[in-house]
């Protein structure tokens, strides 16, 4: 083996012995700087909203300030939106993503997951003159999805070729498409669809069939256990002391269910 080629292997080496060593420090590296920086969503109530007076609300922003405080650090929120917020885990821009994010397979390649803290299925809406009552029947109809959904995603491997999915970079761009005519359904969680109907004089949305049954869970880089540990122990204390389940009540207007609640890591 040739010198330049010995070093070359010895360099990568060092430089995969610090990323590991970086992963690994994360939340040592967190500990000293004081604050948690958390993504959450700004586009999906009731998840999370800005209010007039351009405040951050919703039950991620609740879940984002109780497991900083379980953790003994300051929160700070960073804004975005469905389509970014994995990428922003992976830039660097935050610690944690939490904002209605989804588990599957596909993720699962990419980030790890906590344990969950949200219940929150996945279906399709539409108005009441308008039959469907699974994927086949989307053949031919014009669905909105918030673009890197976890229903983008699972629109687009069970709708039929001839059916017209659009991709929005928003879930407000969802909404305006639908109270405009310019999409016949959604695919989207359902308490979305009960805001969306709040906002809908005529033409109602109305859940066709459900996706998936899911939950929300926080999201973080992979080979990060230290992380992992103290983000799934504050949101076990919040499981064990109610606190997790006040939060789902008030914006949800439901309990956390059973199985969610006595997941624990």
């Not at 498409?177 to 308490?191: I, K, N, R, S």
């Amino acid at each position: 083996m040739s010198i330049v080629k010995l070093l070359f292997l010895l360099t990568l080496n060092l430089v995969t012995l610090g990323m590991q060593s970086a992963h690994a420090d994360s939340l040592s590296d967190i500990q000293k700087r004081g604050t948690l920086r958390i993504a959450v969503p700004q586009d999906f109530a009731p998840f999370g909203s800005v209010t007039p007076d351009l405040t951050l609300q919703g039950l991620d922003i609740d879940v984002a300030r109780l497991i900083a405080r379980n953790m003994g650090l300051k929160p700070e929120l960073v804004p975005v939106t469905s389509a970014n917020r994995i990428a922003y885990l992976q830039t660097g821009k935050a610690d944690l993503v939490i904002s209605t994010l989804g588990k599957n397979a596909e993720r699962e390649k990419v980030i790890a997951f906590s344990q969950p803290y949200s219940p929150y299925n996945n279906s399709v809406f539409g108005p009441a003159g308008i039959k469907v009552a699974g994927p086949a029947d989307l053949a031919g109809k014009t669905i909105g999805v918030a673009r890197g959904t976890f229903q983008d995603s699972q629109l687009s491997d069970t709708a039929p070729p001839t059916a017209i999915i659009k991709r929005y970079e928003d879930n407000n761009g969802m909404i305006s498409a639908y109270l405009a005519g310019q999409v016949q359904l959604v695919g989207t969680g359902d308490f979305v669809a009960v805001a969306l109907a709040a906002k809908t004089a005529g033409n109602k949305p109305q859940m066709k069939y459900i996706i998936q049954e899911s939950a929300c869970y926080a999201g973080l880089l992979k080979d990060q256990p230290a992380l992992m540990a103290a983000v799934n122990s504050a949101l076990s204390k919040a499981k064990k002391n109610d606190e997790l389940n006040a939060i789902v009540k008030k914006w949800l207007n439901v309990p956390l269910p059973d199985k969610l609640a006595r997941q624990f890591d």
